[in-house]
């Protein structure tokens, strides 16, 4: 079954641009949106709570900003949206569901950049990476199946963006972010795209929408998820679906054994 994960910048805008067709022709058994842009009540009934789907909701406190949202097949065991930061918590950034004994974590993580792309939001990023990682650490140790999948807004490597060189010193892109995204590989965290396609070249999730970069593929991959050990052996694919239009991001997944969500712990 496919677990896909999509920015979808801003959920009304997206469904003007074909997504409940999308939706429904996904092929999807979980679904975690990201920069959603909306409370729950300002979604359509049929965006909100569409046939056949279990939904749930974060917004920030301010309006029309971040926000991430899940659409499930299966009934979500158990939801939590908070960091107990309340810093963290107030821009809707998170969602830790569990499904069984699978935990997915749905992440919208900040952008460094600050009003003047000044990278001054750059300790507000990582703040939020690390305390994320600290929550999910104890159940990672235990051997828990987790996935935790969102737009990172960091591109890892050099082979994860076009221009590297250029973008040296734009946040997405600093070394103190990509040294904290390899803290996570170091701790056991896999890249399952980059895991399972290590040759994958010119393979972006994110383009600009200035210069007719996604034409061109001047691309970004920001886009990830991450598997635990207890997870990756139940991980079979890991793609991009580069053809999906209706936002800056396309969506990203992984295609896992059924198994997932009744491994017991090792």
Known sequence: MRIL????NGLRAAVRKGFMDWLEDCDAEIIGLQEVRA???????ETR??????????????????????????AIDKMETSLQVESLDIEG???IATFG????????????????RDNSRVPYKLSFYQ???????????????????G????AHQAIDLARPKQNEGTSGFLPEEREEFSRWVEAGWIDTFRHLNPEAIEAYSWWSQRQNARARNVGWRIDYILASPGAMP?????????????????????????????????
């Not at 409370?39 to 009934?45: S, W």
């Not at 004994?101 to 003047?116: D, R, S």
């Not at 737009?151 to 960091?154: I, K, P």
């Not at 679906?241 to 009744?262: A, N, Q, R, Y």
């Open 101 to 116: 004994e699978l935990i997915i974590a749905n992440g919208y993580f900040p952008n460094g950049n600050g009003k003047n």
């Open 93 to 95: 950034r998170l969602q």
């Open 234 to 266: 139940f991980v079979e694919e890991a793609f991009i679906l580069t053809d999906v239009m209706g936002s800056d991001h396309c969506p990203i997944g992984v295609k896992v054994k059924d198994e997932i969500f009744s491994a017991n712990p090792s």
């Open 151 to 154: 737009d990172f807004n960091t």
């Open 39 to 45: 409370r729950e009540e300002q979604l359509a009934p």
């Open 49 to 74: 709570t569409p046939e056949n789907w279990h939904t749930h909701f974060v917004a920030a406190e301010r309006k029309g900003y971040s926000g991430v949202g899940m659409y499930s097949k299966r």
């Open 5 to 8: 994960s999509w920015n979808v």
């Open 131 to 149: 305390r994320l990682f600290d929550v999910l650490e104890e159940a990672k140790e235990a051997g828990k199946p987790i996935l935790v999948m």
